[in-house]
């Protein structure tokens, strides 16, 4: 009994501290440090990227695409070498849920691409490596970054199958499936083909 109870506090632990990790918005803090304005008053009011991009500043959303991605990569290695595997796999979906609902932006984050692809990384590094090419390819032939992400998530689940990941095939399935949540606006443009390109204000 006492190990039971110990390995649920841990996981229990873990998923705050992957709550908390995943909640610090670096597309915000990126703003405020160079002075770039509000992101909530810039383009499509998104605290991610693609919308840091719209200040014109190329740096601060590599940057924001860079820790975004990292505290993903973070929270994973970090739970997996204390813990586990079963702690690695909460904390990463509960960073993940951090950065779409961080406490401290009043639960209106991002939509997680960033750190969903250091996830996948993290978690299985040839459905990370996928994951990121499939976004790449896609956002060089589209110029749109929603379709990108939307083309990446729907085809991990592919990849995890694919390239042996089958350990986390269940989270890859859970996380694409917020993933295409949080992308519903954008999937509606899609279709009226009104969705704005990468860099397009």
């Not at 500043?57 to 590599?62: E, F, L, R, S, Y």
């Not at 909460?90 to 691409?113: T, Y």
């Not at 990849?159 to 989270?171: I, S, Y």
Request: glycine share 12%; net charge positive.
């Amino acid at each position: 009994m006492p190990a039971i109870e110990t390995s649920a506090t841990l996981l229990i632990l873990w998923a705050v501290i992957g709550y908390l990790m995943g909640s610090v918005s670096y597309g915000m803090v990126l703003a405020k440090v160079l002075k770039l304005g509000n992101l909530r008053e810039i383009g499509s009011g998104n605290i991610g990227a693609t919308n840091v991009l719209r200040t014109g500043n190329k740096a601060a959303a590599a940057g924001t695409v860079l820790l975004d991605g990292a505290k993903g990569v973070v929270v994973v290695l970090l739970a997996r070498a204390v813990t586990g595997e079963d702690a690695a796999q909460l904390a990463g979906l509960c960073a993940f849920l951090g950065h779409c609902f961080p406490v401290w932006l009043g639960f209106r984050g991002g939509k997680g691409v960033a750190t969903f692809l250091g996830l996948m990384l993290a978690l299985a590094w040839p459905v990370g490596v996928a994951s990121c090419l499939t976004w790449l390819v896609t956002a060089l032939f589209s110029r749109i970054s929603s379709l990108a992400a939307i083309m990446a998530a729907a085809f991990s689940t592919i990849w995890v199958l694919v390239l042996g990941g089958g350990t986390v095939f269940l989270l890859t399935a859970i996380l694409t499936l917020l993933v295409f949540v949080r992308h519903a606006g954008n999937i509606r443009r899609l279709k009226a083909g009104t969705e704005p390109k990468i860099g397009q204000k």
